[in-house]
């Protein structure tokens, strides 16, 4: 097993593989009367979150918490960050008080890959920038498993603000090591010149959503991230949703089977018809995260043990 997870790209078929399975075994404990397991009991698990999260800071923490882990929770507003400490003293801090692992959210992209270099511990990247989010990919795999069986051979769309994406590139990472098809949808002021072959080969790009709605088994709705954007990508609000937003009659182009994901922002990507549909998965998201967390933090800790 890896001792850090910092990309996509850091996992082959096998290691992806082996946390999906371990997910799965996982996700059995909650549905015990007493949610814990003694794995990283002694442990020590840092939340470094230098910016706003709701469901991925919670999920991490209740992780580790299942786990048995103690668990250190620290937020950049009112730290010493607000006074000026840089990364790396926070780094130097939180290895002098033996955190085993440490989970980062950052604004820059590259954060997490310079932390690992200054601490002893685990690293795991719970996004960067825009750079890449890899659990948030693995859960996604997880959820598509559970619901379609399989990942190898599905068709994937990847729709909507791919620019500004992270969860969009650890994706076309993961999935096509995990032998999906991958294809990113979106206006093409959205979508980065040669993105698809920088990052996977054989990725697939297409501006048009109504063309591919018919032939895809997961449609994973990405958010239009308005707080990154300091330029106007699109003409309206009103436009996007037309062009690119999900709606009652573009779901049921779907084929029977397929599903639908996304990130639980409903608005102009997403109309409540269809976040409430059984299609949806974005509860069960949010459910498989707590398990593929639980996940990740074993295997890199107590996993590296047995």
């Known amino acids: 097993m890896i001792k850090h997870l910092l990309s996509g790209a850091d996992l082959d078929a096998d290691t992806a593989t082996e946390i999906l399975d371990t997910a799965a075994e996982m996700a059995t404990v909650a549905g015990r009367e007493i949610k814990k397991l003694p794995a990283l009991r002694g442990r020590t698990v840092v939340n470094l979150f230098y910016e706003d999260s709701t469901r991925t800071r919670i999920s991490f923490e209740a992780a580790a918490k299942r786990l048995s882990a103690d668990v250190i929770n620290f937020s950049a507003k009112g730290s010493s960050v607000a006074k000026g400490e840089s990364l790396k003293d926070t780094a130097l801090t939180l290895q002098a008080m033996g955190a085993d692992a440490v989970v980062v959210r950052h604004p820059a992209s590259g954060a997490p890959h310079r932390l690992a270099n200054w601490v002893d511990g685990s690293v795991v990247n719970a996004g960067d920038g825009t750079h890449e989010h890899p659990t948030q990919a693995l859960l996604d795999a997880y959820t598509m498993r559970a619901r379609l069986g399989r990942l190898a051979g599905l068709s ?48 697939d790009v297409s501006y048009d959503l109504d063309s591919v709605l018919p032939d895809v088994d997961v449609v994973m709705m990405l958010r239009v991230q308005r707080e990154r954007m300091k330029d106007s990508y699109f003409p309206s609000a009103r436009e996007y949703a037309r062009r690119y937003g999900l709606d009652g009659p573009r779901m049921r182009r779907l084929p029977e089977h397929a599903i639908v994901m996304h990130p639980m922002n409903r608005g102009m990507e997403i109309t409540p018809e269809v976040a409430d549909s059984p299609r949806s998965t974005i509860v069960e998201q949010v459910t498989n995260g707590v398990s593929v967390r639980m996940a990740v933090l074993y295997l890199l800790l107590g996993g590296n043990n047995r």
């Open 156 to 203: 994937v769309a990847v729709v909507g603000d791919v620019l500004h994406s992270r969860v969009a590139r650890s994706n076309v990472l993961l999935l096509s090591t995990l032998g999906a098809k991958v294809t990113l949808v979106g206006p093409p002021t959205l979508i980065p010149v040669d993105i698809a072959g920088a990052l996977a080969p054989g990725t």
